[in-house]
């Protein structure tokens, strides 16, 4: 008897592999990860890209409205790429209109 012997039996280790299984259900498991993907990850995320352009496409002069950044002001100007946000008195910042990530209800920045 060998050192081998007493760690794994003879008649495990000579034993032959069972079969792997179909191909079919390797694909039916890409297929039903595909799906969850989708569901979880893609979906929502272009969902959420639908709203953002909609947003940005109603975006009026007047609207206060919040950048990426945390800045809360007024649109003064827009144009095709660019806002110009009035975020005091007198004082216009020009930002991209991607960055502008939310649109408040009027009358928040007075009440704040």
């Given at each position: 008897m060998q050192l081998l012997d007493f760690l794994i039996s003879p008649a495990f280790a000579q034993a032959t592999p069972q079969?792997?299984?179909?191909?079919?259900?390797?694909?039916?498991?890409?297929g039903l990860m595909f799906v969850v993907f989708y569901?979880?990850?893609?979906?929502?995320?272009?969902?959420?890209?639908?709203?953002?352009?909609?947003?940005?496409?109603?975006?009026?002069?007047?609207?206060?409205?919040?950048?990426?950044?945390g800045l809360a002001g007024r649109v003064d100007e827009?144009?095709?790429?660019?806002?110009?946000?009035?975020?005091?008195?007198?004082?216009?910042?020009?930002?991209?209109?991607h960055a502008v990530t939310a649109v408040l209800p009027k009358g928040t920045l007075k009440s704040a």
């Open positions: 079969g792997q299984g179909s191909p079919m259900s390797l694909l039916v498991m890409m569901f979880f990850l893609i979906r929502p995320q272009s969902k959420r890209a639908k709203e953002h352009r909609a947003m940005l496409s109603a975006l009026s002069k007047g609207d206060e409205v919040v950048t990426a950044g827009l144009g095709d790429a660019f806002v110009t946000v009035e975020i005091a008195q007198g004082v216009k910042v020009k930002v991209q209109k």
